[in-house]
């Protein structure tokens, strides 16, 4: 048995099968580790099938909230700085925020999305040297795509200027959405995912890293109405979010985000952290 790579643990227990929404006669096994709870995929041999996400700078409205919002909250901390988008997807987020006035650098392992962010969003791509130091690191739904996030973490600290931060967003594994659908919870997302954190395990991983939680956001426009629309109808989870009908239907679920929202039960938690004490 591998030692879990949030606490050092050695043991796991079965948590649970899930389906691959691309292939959905894949099916892959998670454990859960018995000390601090960190769920992983016990199959992490391929962990690039970046296919399901799509490249494109055309959002949905949502989406372009979700980038306001983001901001919004961002300016409560930085104003302006340095700023490394790490793992960068599409760079809709960075090129959001290089227009309000931060200095954008991307980092994105996968090299169809490495020219996309060059060629298409005319970012700046750094290499794994990361480029320095930087006053906003960034990780958007990003840390459970990770083989060994304790690591990653500890480096981009190395990159964390005196008084920087770090904004970390993931699901949330212990969510309302994800208790009621459980292996059909669209934000599972086998294989992709292969971590997913509750408390105890992420603060394990922090404190690996000497970071220390700054703030906790639970409402994102985008997230977790999917997670709801897309649980409840896994045959449609393929469908743009950009005709009245399917915005509609993501409306309807608002209720349920803005009330699990008030309970800090969403699926999606969004950490600011900084260097710890």
């Known amino acids: 048995m591998k030692t879990c790579i949030a606490c050092g643990g050695k043991k796991r227990a079965f948590f649970l099968k899930a389906r691959d929404r691309l292939d959905p006669h894949a099916e892959y096994v998670y454990g859960r580790c018995t000390q601090c709870d960190l769920v992983t995929l016990e199959e992490r041999t391929n962990n690039k099938n970046f296919q399901a996400y799509n490249l494109s700078a055309n959002l949905s409205l949502p989406q372009k909230a979700v980038l306001t919002l983001f901001h919004r909250r961002l300016r409560k901390f930085k104003k302006s700085g340095r700023v490394l988008d790490f793992g960068a997807g599409a760079g809709n987020l960075a090129k959001y925020l290089s227009r309000k006035g931060y200095d954008l650098s991307c980092f994105e392992v996968d090299e169809n999305s490495a020219t996309w962010l060059k060629n298409v969003q005319k970012l700046n791509v750094v290499d794994s040297s990361l480029g320095g130091q930087y006053d906003i690191i960034i990780m958007e739904q990003v840390l459970e795509h990770l083989p060994e996030p304790a690591a990653i973490l500890k480096k981009l600290k190395e990159h964390l200027a005196t008084g920087g931060i770090l904004l970390i967003s993931i699901p949330n594994i212990n969510s309302l959405q994800a208790r009621i659908f459980r292996a059909n919870w669209f934000h599972l997302d086998a294989p992709r995912h292969l971590n997913h954190f509750y408390k105890k395990s992420f603060q ?74």
Not at 218 to 225: E, K, V, W, Y
Request: hydrophobic share 45%; aromatic share 12%; net charge positive.
């Open 204 to 277: 394990s991983l922090l404190i690996q890293a000497n970071l220390s939680i700054l703030k906790r956001y639970f409402f994102n426009l985008h997230i977790d109405p999917t997670g709801w629309l897309w649980s409840m109808n896994p045959s449609k989870r393929n469908r743009a979010l950009n005709t009245p009908w399917e915005l509609l239907k993501l409306g309807l679920c608002l209720p349920l985000v803005i009330i699990t929202a008030a309970f800090r039960n969403t699926g999606y938690i969004l950490y600011i952290v900084t260097h710890g004490k």
